[in-house]
T-cell receptor, first 115, second 109 residues
Framework: ETGVTQTPRHLVMGMTNKKSLKCEQH?????MYWYKQSAKKPLELMFV???????ENNSVPSRFSPECPNSSHLFLHLHTLQPEDSALYLC??????????????FGPGTRLTVL | GQNIDQPTEMTATEGAIVQINCTYQ??????LFWYQQHAGEAPTFLSY??LDGLEEKGRFSSFLSRSKGYSYLLLKELQMKDSASYLC??????????WGAGTKLIIKP
């Protein structure tokens, strides 16, 4: 319904694994975002891409590596994660981050568990 | 620092009215958003306020007072499906969204 899809919906991985999260938006938006959502904490913005260019990297550890091949697709590559990285990872898209009225539309998230 | 405060959890009765408050301290202001998030699902957009006053949208209304750094979301005629978390977010002077931790609303029959 929101036009933003994410796969997989659930992921369990060991600390030595490498995995990737995928996000796709069907809304024709120009910007895409990765957020981390932990219980009882505010959404943490991780990365922002606007017209495929990374515009934000909020001091995210290098074990998280984003990739944005085009305005419709966004990936988050994961490697050597820590148990504290377990969280819900949300993808969002919006039309124009430079406008006050710009509304972000979210995907359903990937529930990540790091063992 | 920038900060958004909202109650962690609220309980209300089906058919009643509930008001969820949000106070904010941010570097500048370019609008305030409310989102609804059911457990295990995507946050969905509810409302946007940039001017003072009340915006009504069906059973939901959102109020803003910029001078007080305060907003509330008013839900009327509560239904069981309104059980969800409600997220408040403010767009600051750099057009960044600053998020609150969310208010979990529990509706009882």
């Amino acid at each position: 319904e929101t036009g933003v899809t994410q796969t997989p919906r659930h992921l369990v991985m060991g600390m030595t694994n490498k995995k990737s999260l995928k996000c796709e938006q069907h809304l024709g938006h120009n910007a895409m975002y990765w957020y981390k959502q932990s219980a009882k904490k505010p959404l943490e913005l991780m990365f922002v891409y606007n017209f495929k260019e990374q515009t934000e990297n909020n001091s995210v550890p290098s074990r998280f590596s984003p990739e944005c091949p085009n305005s419709s697709h966004l990936f988050l590559h994961l490697h050597t994660l820590q148990p504290e990285d377990s969280a819900l990872y949300l993808c969002a898209s919006s039309q124009d981050p430079g406008q006050g009225t710009d509304t972000q539309y979210f995907g359903p998230g990937t529930r990540l568990t790091v063992l | 620092g920038q900060n958004i405060d909202q109650p962690t959890e609220m309980t209300a009765t089906e058919g009643a009215i509930v008001q969820i408050n949000c106070t904010y301290q941010t570097s500048g202001f370019n609008g305030l958003f409310w989102y609804q998030q059911h457990a295990g699902e995507a946050p969905t957009f509810l409302s946007y306020n940039v001017l003072d006053g009340l915006e009504e949208k069906g059973r939901f209304s959102s109020f803003l007072s910029r001078s007080k750094g305060y907003s509330y979301l008013l839900l009327k005629e509560l239904q069981m499906k309104d059980s969800a978390s409600y997220l408040c977010a403010v767009r600051d002077s750099n057009y960044q969204l600053i998020w609150g931790a969310g208010t979990k609303l529990i509706i009882k029959p």
